[in-house]
């Protein structure tokens, strides 16, 4: 297929590029390249001939519409988003603007191009969104495909509007969409301002090591190179108008996740003291979700995905990637608001 890929420079979307490439697939990657994107993300696929860049913003219809005229996919993966909640809280306008306000416009671009192609029932149109989207949950539960709606934070929210809009095309419109909430992402390329990363990296810094709270929040952990192969396994497989749950099936509290990091990082790292000695429990982030835990079942047996990496040695491959690639997390930490405490204004 000629997929066209928002968000290629970026974390998820740029493993997804990689990945999509690898597996012969013409990706023409579509991006901004605003804050969090970086086109050395995808300098192992740049002088494939299977791979075409365009920099341009998913709310400029003209770029847009030229861009499907000259490329001609035969599907949209949506990536493109700003996805950092902290950074949400702070600046909720640019989720709205990005994410709402993008996820329409690019709706509306994808529309009218499949619509003069004579609305082919092979194309796709696969919006990728996160489990946020669903809420908190207490301490026992998973979030189906069926979970009600209750997001909790301007980023969430954002992503919530942009689901509900891919859903509204698809029933008012006829547009063949498919649908994924994932499970937080961790692995190579992460930009470090996230929670993996800000460990990863300031434990190598010997400096304090933030953790929300009491670090009793829970996540399930998706390395992001499974969560690529399960993208592209519902874009061939997932049937038109379905919506599919990816998680890790790996669910640790924030508190034990940065310890094993902390202890690989001992025995990559040794340094005079356990790296866990500069744990750091700081004021929690506002609204800060509870616990968040997603049921594959339908992916598994509608589409016989699961994921193939555990968490431990997904921390393990993390590590090993940011001690192997120091000029790639250098130069982004440069950049505004990496290194800062966000999310405080509130």
């Given at each position: 297929m000629k997929l066209l890929i928002t968000g290629g420079a970026g974390f998820i979307g740029s493993a997804v590029v990689r990945l999509a490439v690898a597996r012969g697939h013409e990706v023409v990657n579509l991006d901004a390249l605003t804050y969090a994107a970086c086109l050395d993300n995808v300098a192992s696929v740049a002088d494939s001939p299977l791979y075409a860049f365009e920099k341009a913003d998913i709310r400029d219809r003209a770029a847009l519409d030229r861009i499907f005229a000259q490329h001609r996919p035969d599907a949209v993966m949506h990536l493109a988003a700003?996805?950092?909640?902290?950074?949400?809280?702070?600046?909720?306008?640019?989720?709205?603007?990005?994410?709402?306000?993008?996820?329409?416009?690019l709706l509306e671009a994808a529309r009218a191009w499949w619509t003069a192609q004579g609305r082919p029932e092979?194309?796709?149109?696969?919006?990728?969104?996160?489990?946020?989207?669903?809420?908190?949950?207490?301490?026992?539960?998973?979030?189906?495909?069926?979970?009600?709606?209750?997001?909790?934070?301007?980023?969430?929210?954002?992503?919530?509007?942009?689901?509900?809009?891919?859903?509204?095309?698809?029933?008012?419109?006829?547009?063949?969409?498919?649908?994924?909430?994932?499970?937080?992402n961790y692995g190579p390329?992460?930009?470090?301002?996230?929670?993996?990363?800000?460990?990863?990296?300031n434990a190598l810094a010997g400096k304090p090591i933030p953790v929300y709270g009491t670090g009793a929040n829970v996540r399930d952990w998706l390395y992001v190179e499974d969560h690529a192969d399960a993208l592209l396994?519902?874009?061939?497989?997932?049937?038109?108008?379905?919506?599919?749950?990816?998680?890790?099936?790996?669910?640790?509290?924030?508190?034990?996740?940065?310890?094993?990091i902390c202890a690989i990082l001992d025995n990559r790292r040794p340094d005079a003291r356990?790296?866990?000695?500069?744990?750091?429990?700081?004021?929690?982030?506002?609204?800060?979700?509870?616990r968040y835990a997603i049921d594959p079942t339908r992916i598994r047996t509608e589409l016989g995905w699961r994921p193939s990496v555990t968490v431990d040695e997904g921390l393990e491959r993390t590590v090993d990637w940011y001690l192997a690639n120091e000029p790639w997390w250098r130069a982004l930490q440069a950049r505004a608001g990496v290194g800062?405490?966000?999310?405080?204004?509130?």
């Open positions: 700003e996805s950092h909640v902290d950074r949400s809280i702070d600046g909720p306008g640019d989720f709205i603007s990005t994410n709402v306000t993008g996820t329409y416009t092979t194309f796709r149109f696969h919006h990728i969104s996160t489990d946020e989207v669903f809420g908190s949950l207490g301490p026992t539960g998973q979030f189906t495909e069926d979970t009600p709606y209750d997001p909790r934070s301007p980023y969430s929210a954002s992503k919530a509007a942009s689901d509900h809009l891919v859903r509204a095309w698809a029933e008012t419109y006829g547009l063949p969409v498919l649908l994924t909430n994932c499970s937080n390329f992460h930009f470090p301002e996230k929670l993996v990363p800000v460990v990863i990296l396994c519902v874009l061939e497989k997932g049937r038109p108008g379905r919506n599919y749950n990816i998680g890790g099936e790996n669910e640790r509290t924030n508190i034990d996740l940065v310890r094993t356990p790296h866990a000695d500069l744990i750091t429990f700081v004021t929690d982030r506002p609204g800060h979700d509870a800062q405490r966000l999310g405080t204004r509130a």
